[in-house]
């Protein structure tokens, strides 16, 4: 095997930053002691153990090889050396050293990149945010903007920072990098991750017609960001200085900043209902949901999805431009896992009839008492005078405290049932038959547990009378799950299904939601019978998806799509499902 295709995934952890790899950039390379190797979804992986330790050399040919740790005892040999050299010949033939790492003279509107600059000063904007004043040398090929900040709140020289004023760069550092930002003292070199520039619209407030550029660090670690200071000793810093002292500044005084944009400004600002790049104040904000594996997935544009086969796995990041239905009641149905197949929770006035119907016929007296259960008859004071059956099962031989006996009711109507549910563990609708009682009709609940109302599969069930109830009375286990499986059901699992249209600026995508109750975090089997979960339902959908506001200011979701083919009558479809995604739990 060509083991220069070899590779190794490590996801290290620990409660002190100082005790993980000082990584400045890719290409450095990293000696580590106690690492465990381990095999996860067919994939080698590495793991931290008690013990672990690592060393992390420049990997920049011709630098000399002092290592960075926080340990202070370690060894390290001559064959070590060789190993470093070894590497570094290495990677100058396969890895590039600049990555993401840009010049400012060479950066342009809506762009991530690295940078390596100096720090020529700094204020505190607000309680989440800080601005940096920075400069590597070269001059930004656009006009930029300039933060507001209170008077007397800049540290730095005032006189060098007006002598760089068409060299420095403003960039607002938020969140989590703020705290950091704050410690930053003025003249250190640093590596800024994942830095982003954003389009300043032209607005009849400002002074300039011409449209300035943004430069954000924005809160979270994804995609690598955030900021590190270099040490002195550093090649890139080393670099850097020498850059920096043969620049003069008095030869851009006078300069007026070109605008190479190459970013139609006319298109982007002219819609309030479009979603962009430029959308993204502080874009890589936490999303409003969350995903729950396959994290090493990148990031695909919806105009991607489109142009490709089916079936796929996609990680996505857009924002909810509308759903259906809108009325979020309806959005629960029932779905058999056998079938697949999808039906509606029946409504209350078509389960009154059917139950109506079996309340005329006459209870059967030779299946009443039986080891498996009590009876006890009732005769309704009405002009039909219907006899009414219930059934208390008992446990080993023994009736229970009601909150644990499982009940059937022969000859009840809706009223009475939801009546007996509130006392009871759970309560079975039956009728009589020739020689056993046996489950009413599947187009009413097999089982009342508390307030969840069980249905069953009419195309997969294969019913059976309810003395094979008599296989769980020991374990006394009257779960919906047992209780079904006992009585030959396949039961039918309440689900959210939604149509979901997703905009990412690149292209939309119309995808299916069918969760029962991870996505919300809401049980679909309880949502219909509880006012409070409807309302923070409806209090979710609002926040993805709020009425009255641009798309622009809606929030971002990141979420795992699979296409899938379906074929119709005429032609083969390719659909699309959102799966192992959760909303946030802020949201809740």
Not at 464 to 493: H, R, Y
Not at 548 to 566: A, Q
Request: glycine content about 4%; charged content about 20%; overall charge negative.
């Amino acid at each position: 095997m060509d083991q220069s295709n070899v590779k190794l995934t490590c996801m290290l952890f620990s409660v002190n930053l100082d005790t993980l790899p000082v990584i400045y950039k890719v290409g450095d390379i990293v000696r580590f002691h106690r690492l465990k190797i381990q095999q996860y979804k067919n994939e080698i992986q590495g793991v931290t153990t008690v013990g672990f330790s690592s060393l992390t050399f420049e990997g920049t040919l011709g630098t000399p090889i002092i290592p960075r740790t926080s340990s202070k005892i370690y060894t390290f040999t001559t064959d070590d050396q060789k190993t470093v050299e070894t590497l570094r010949v290495w990677a100058a033939n396969h890895i590039s050293s600049s990555g993401t790492l840009i010049k400012l003279s060479d950066v342009k509107a809506m762009q991530y990149f690295d940078l390596t600059c100096q720090l020529v000063g700094k204020a505190e904007v607000d309680g989440s945010s800080v601005l940096l004043k920075v400069w590597d040398g070269t001059k930004p090929p656009f006009p930029s903007w300039k933060v507001l900040f209170e008077d007397g709140a800049l540290e730095g020289d005032i006189g060098r920072i007006n002598q760089l004023q068409n060299l420095i760069v403003d960039i607002l550092v938020y969140d989590n990098h703020a705290a950091l930002a704050k410690c930053l003292k003025v003249g250190t070199f640093l590596r800024i991750y994942s830095l982003h520039t954003k389009i300043q619209p032209v607005t009849p407030k400002k002074l300039s017609n011409v449209p300035h550029l943004e430069f954000h660090l924005h809160g979270g670690t994804c995609y690598g960001r955030g900021i590190k200071v270099l040490p002195e000793n550093n090649c890139d810093v080393e670099e850097l200085k020498r850059f920096l002292d043969s620049v003069n500044p008095a030869e851009y005084q006078n300069l007026e900043n070109i605008c190479d944009l190459e970013f139609d400004i006319s298109n982007n600002f002219s819609s309030q209902d479009f979603v962009s790049p430029c959308d993204l104040e502080r874009c890589q904000q936490l999303s409003a949901t969350v995903l729950t594996d396959h994290q090493y997935l990148e990031t695909t544009p919806l105009s991607d999805i489109l142009k490709r086969d089916a079936p796929q796995q996609y990680r996505i990041r857009a924002k909810l431009r509308n759903y259906e239905p809108q009325k979020l009641y309806q959005s629960v149905k029932l779905h058999c896992p056998k079938c697949h197949m999808l039906q509606e929770v029946p409504h209350e006035s078509d389960l009154e009839l059917v139950l109506q119907e079996v309340a005329t016929e006459y209870p059967d007296p030779k299946l009443q008492n039986t080891s498996l259960y009590n009876s006890e008859v009732w005769t309704t004071q009405n002009q039909q005078e219907r006899k009414i059956v219930i059934h208390f099962v008992k446990n080993d031989g023994i009736l229970q405290t009601p909150e644990d006996t499982l009940i059937m009711i022969e000859g009840g109507i809706l009223s009475e049932i939801y009546q007996l549910s509130k006392k009871f563990k759970g309560v079975i609708p039956v009728k009589s038959s020739q020689e056993d009682l046996i489950i009413v009709d599947l187009a009413v609940p097999f089982l009342i547990h508390g307030k969840v109302w069980h249905y069953g599969c009419k195309q997969c069930s294969k019913l059976k009378t309810i003395q094979n109830l008599n296989s769980i009375i020991k374990e006394a286990s009257w779960t919906p799950a047992c209780i079904a499986q006992a009585l030959g059901i396949v039961p039918l699992q309440y689900v959210f299904v939604m149509t979901f249209t997703l905009d990412d600026g690149t292209g939309t995508l119309k995808v299916y939601l069918m969760d029962s109750e991870n996505f919300f975090q809401i049980p679909a089997s309880e949502i219909l019978n509880s006012d409070d979960l409807q309302k923070n339902m409806e209090m979710i959908m609002y926040m993805l998806c709020p009425p009255g506001k641009k798309i622009g200011e809606y929030p971002w979701l990141e979420c795992f799509v699979k296409s899938y083919n379906v074929r119709n009558e005429v032609e083969q479809e390719i659909c699309y499902r959102i799966f192992d995604t959760v909303v946030a739990e802020d949201l809740i």
